[in-house]
């Protein structure tokens, strides 16, 4: 069950997100890190920090590049850096506007963009190409997520 009147510690595993009286800034604390997330302004955010979608989008490129390069090293192969570029046409505020009236969206739509830098072989590349798509990020997201209250 949900207990909104306590705060989980951002320690055994929890990442906490917290939003203040800051309009829409939001904390976001894993571990030793925070970070923060809002809105743009022109949607009543104070563009403080990158909006939910910006994070999911940067969460799914940082372990496709990721799971390139384990692999790439695992094959030692020059891979000398690899760039991953993501885009939704998709906005948070856009979506959150009705979500209480609304039933579930459509599917999640993403373009992804990787580039690989490196004396890579043609095959080598392909390959990483092929990798990019078992990234365990995008690969639980495909599989659908389901988030239940914690125990």
Known sequence: MDMPNERPASAGGWVVSRNGTAAFRTEIHAGA???AADEPIAVGGRDTGPTPYDLLLGAIGACTAMTVRMYAARKQWPLASVEVAMRSARTH???????A???PLAPLRLERRVVFEGPLTEAQRERLLWI??????????????VVVPAA
């Open 33 to 35: 890190h925070t970070l």
């Open 93 to 99: 505020a856009a979506d959150c506007a009705e979500c």
């Open 101 to 103: 009236d609304q039933g």
């Open 132 to 145: 990019a798509d078992r990234c365990p990020v995008k690969q639980a997201l495909g599989r659908g997520t």
